[in-house]
């Protein structure tokens, strides 16, 4: 995927030209849907859906991104703080519903018993849903408690209506995980 700027009087003409030169490989344009949606099956984060301000990048299994070579960087106390380097913190996995229906977007993955305020208490929640066409089936990436040590468990999301939906945490690459298709 790739973002080209040109000027408005040219983009037809750019258009064109581009749909001729990929038509040999059956390229074709596609909306930000999609692309959420294949960015989802590859298992990508997107900032702002699987991130906010309590999210760090070992929770995304992107402990690979912060070098071991720098004295200081930005964000270094925080990842500090015993409650960063706890390893009882909401992380990232997929989620597959069993009945292959989309899971409510932001929906809470319950757990037993209630907090001190009455509600029911939680061991985490979906960042990102869609229907995959490839698959045929909802996929979701989700923060949960633990995640990835709890592979193949079967968790209960709730849904608007108070019914729950029993999901399975499982690897969050839905597709191609071996990246064979990057290479084409």
Do not use: C
Not at 39 to 65: C, H, S, Y
Not at 71 to 90: T, Y
Not at 124 to 130: A, L, N, P, Q, W
Request: charged share 25%; glycine share 10%.
């Amino acid at each position: 995927s790739y973002e080209i700027a040109v000027a408005a009087n040219r983009g037809r003409a750019f258009w064109d030209a581009l749909l001729e030169a990929g038509a040999e490989f059956d390229v074709m344009p596609y909306g930000t849907e999609a692309l959420h949606v294949m960015r989802a099956e590859k298992g990508f984060i997107m900032i702002g859906d699987e991130t906010d301000g309590t999210v760090i990048p070992q929770d995304l299994n992107m402990q690979w991104a912060i070098s071991k070579k720098k004295e200081d960087f930005l964000g270094q106390r925080a990842q500090e703080r015993s409650h960063m380097v706890s390893p009882d913190r909401w992380k990232l996995v997929g989620l597959e519903t069993l009945d292959g229906s989309v899971l409510p977007d932001g929906s809470y993955a319950v757990a037993p018993g209630n907090n001190a305020n009455g509600q029911r208490n939680t061991q985490g929640r979906v960042t990102s849903t869609y229907y995959s066409p490839t698959l045929g089936r909802g996929i979701a990436m989700g923060l949960v408690h633990n995640g990835p040590d709890r592979m193949g468990e079967v968790i209960e999301f709730n849904k608007v209506d108070g019914s729950l939906v029993k999901a399975k945490i499982v690897d969050q690459v839905f597709y191609d995980a071996e990246g064979a298709k990057q290479n084409v």
